[in-house]
């Protein structure tokens, strides 16, 4: 049996429903198929969004009604320092906004968003196959071989989408997917329940100061804690459960290695001191942890005559600062526009998206993650990046989606003049601060201010007034860079491996 459409989708996630809701409502005319592998969705990462990937979900695809009734509001990303796991709670450095936020960001239960996204694109008239699998296909013909409830289908369409995320099922059958091995980072996740409220009156009555020194809801924030070579989230799910995860760089830090993946990663938690007070009555759900190696990759071209990829089918990166979702948003646009103007008559340059992507990804990657993991534990150091990036991003991206928004085949970051110099820019600086931070090791001054102060800013603005949240981390870094030329190798006197070691739990 033969079944014929114009777009067929693998995958119905975030990236494969977002792609039919738009394909049916710009261009209803195409016939849109989505093949799901699972019967059901299950909790995933990609829970935190930007305010790129949240303008996308609120104002794109029009479901800010649906986030505000069954999602959380996200209030910005947080980031907690400590000198070791003696440090006091209340002495651990904290970076962070003083205020709510903006612009709309949101903390997502995904098997709850991916399954209303897919409902929303079937009521938008995308036909479903679900649980379904698309087993083979050759995409540059247009044909696609699909199991359906015992049954082989094959499929005939104009447009095969891959939306199948680290299957990267069309990467792998073309051999474009690669690792990036530069970047050797790896991750262990849970959801949790009993995670103490960050905001509740049992943490502000013991740590009064703590109390008294934000504003804004800190349990509704991104929480991070930072260490040399590693980072944790916490992040809040609508219901109560808090999702927490480490990622780590394997060239710099181990986690602990005995017992269940969730015994060691709430070992790990329970290693530094924010994490401590805040998961020590925590468990982790049965069956709802898991773990991946190597996260990031990218393949080498993601459009063809006949097809693109999509989402994490594309590529992904790091997910620290969460931009999962913003390529997923963008790289969404790319296929919208592309299938758009050639089901117009129109002929699109495909070479064109294709260096487009690559040039993003590795901009993005050198401006914001190479060797990061090696300052990442310093307070002063990611202070200075975390102004620096945040500033940029909002000058940058967020400001484009919230001024006159340009064509979806041009949406993807660090193409232009403009942007690709101040990647380059960003890629100087973040090059410098993992410089400074393996002189800061040898000279045993590594997280020398990771204790004893807050830095809480107003939020960030898409206008010019994020320039003063740029010159604050300008500032510091250029600080640091004074600092370092007084330093001396002292390897004799190297810190503690900073909140490394876990402690013993009951
Ligand atoms: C540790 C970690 C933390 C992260 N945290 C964040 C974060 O906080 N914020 C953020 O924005 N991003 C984050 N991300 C990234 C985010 O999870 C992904 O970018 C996003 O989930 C990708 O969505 P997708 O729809 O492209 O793919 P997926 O969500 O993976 O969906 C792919 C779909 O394809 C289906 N499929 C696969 N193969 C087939 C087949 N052969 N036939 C039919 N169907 C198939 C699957 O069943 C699945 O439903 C994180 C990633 C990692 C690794």
Request: charged share 25%; hydrophobic share 40%.
């Amino acid at each position: 049996m033969v079944q014929e459409c114009d777009v067929a989708i693998l995958g119905g996630a975030f990236s494969g429903a977002s792609l039919a809701i738009l394909l049916r409502r710009e261009v209803p005319k195409l016939r849109v198929l989505v093949v799901e592998r699972s019967e059901k969705f299950d909790r995933k990462v990609g829970e935190a969004t930007t305010e790129i990937s949240g303008d996308f979900l609120s104002k794109r695809l029009g479901q800010m009604t649906y986030l505000a009734h069954h999602q959380l509001s996200k209030q910005g990303l947080r980031m907690w320092f400590a000198q070791d796991e003696t440090t006091p709670f209340e002495e651990c450095a904290e970076i962070g906004a003083n205020y709510q936020v903006r612009m709309p960001a949101f903390q997502l239960d995904r098997e709850a968003l991916d399954t209303h996204l897919l409902e929303t694109a079937v009521r938008a008239g995308a036909e479903l196959w679900r649980p379904a699998k698309v087993v083979d296909m050759d995409a540059t013909a247009g044909r696609l071989t699909v199991q359906r409830g015992g049954e082989t289908l094959e499929v005939r369409a104009r447009w095969i989408v891959d939306a199948s995320g680290r299957a990267a099922t069309l990467a792998r059958k073309f051999g474009t997917w690669r690792p990036l091995d530069e970047h050797p980072t790896n991750a262990i996740w849970a959801r949790f329940r009993g995670v103490r409220d960050w905001d509740g009156h049992e943490l502000r009555a013991k740590h009064p100061k703590f109390g008294a020194s934000c504003i804004a809801s800190r349990a509704a924030a991104t929480n991070h804690l930072t260490g040399y070579g590693w980072w944790c989230w916490i992040i809040p799910l609508k219901g109560g459960d808090f999702s927490a995860g480490l990622v780590y760089d394997s060239r710099l830090f181990t986690p602990p290695e005995s017992g269940g993946l969730g015994h060691r990663l709430k070992a790990h938690l329970m290693a530094h001191p924010v994490g401590r007070e805040i998961f020590a009555d925590a468990e982790a759900i049965e069956n709802d942890v898991k773990a991946y190696s190597k996260l990031p990759y990218f393949s080498t071209e993601v459009a063809g005559p006949g097809w693109q990829m999509i989402g994490d089918a594309a590529g992904f990166l790091d997910p620290l600062y969460s931009p999962g979702l913003d390529y997923c948003a963008w790289s969404v646009r790319l296929a919208l526009g592309r299938i758009k103007a050639e089901a117009a008559g129109g002929a699109v340059d495909l070479g064109r998206i294709n260096r487009r992507f690559r040039q993003s990804y590795d901009t993005w990657f050198r401006a914001l993650y190479k060797d990061k993991y090696y300052y990442l534990g310093d307070a002063e150091l990611m202070s200075a990046a975390y102004w620096m990036d945040i500033s940029l991003f909002y000058l940058g991206p967020v400001r484009e989606i919230t001024n006159a928004r340009g064509p979806d085949l041009d949406c993807l970051p660090f193409n232009g003049p403009v942007d690709g110099a101040v990647g380059r820019f960003m890629a100087f600086y973040n090059r410098r601060l993992a410089v400074i931070a393996r002189k800061r090791r040898e000279a045993g001054c590594y997280g020398r201010r990771n204790t004893g102060w807050r830095e809480l800013g107003d939020g960030f603005v898409p206008d010019p007034r994020a320039l003063g949240s740029f010159f604050r981390g300008f500032k510091r870094w250029i600080g640091a860079e004074v600092h370092a030329l007084s330093l001396r190798s002292r390897p004799a006197l190297a810190p503690p491996a900073v909140t490394a070691r876990p402690v013993p739990i009951s």
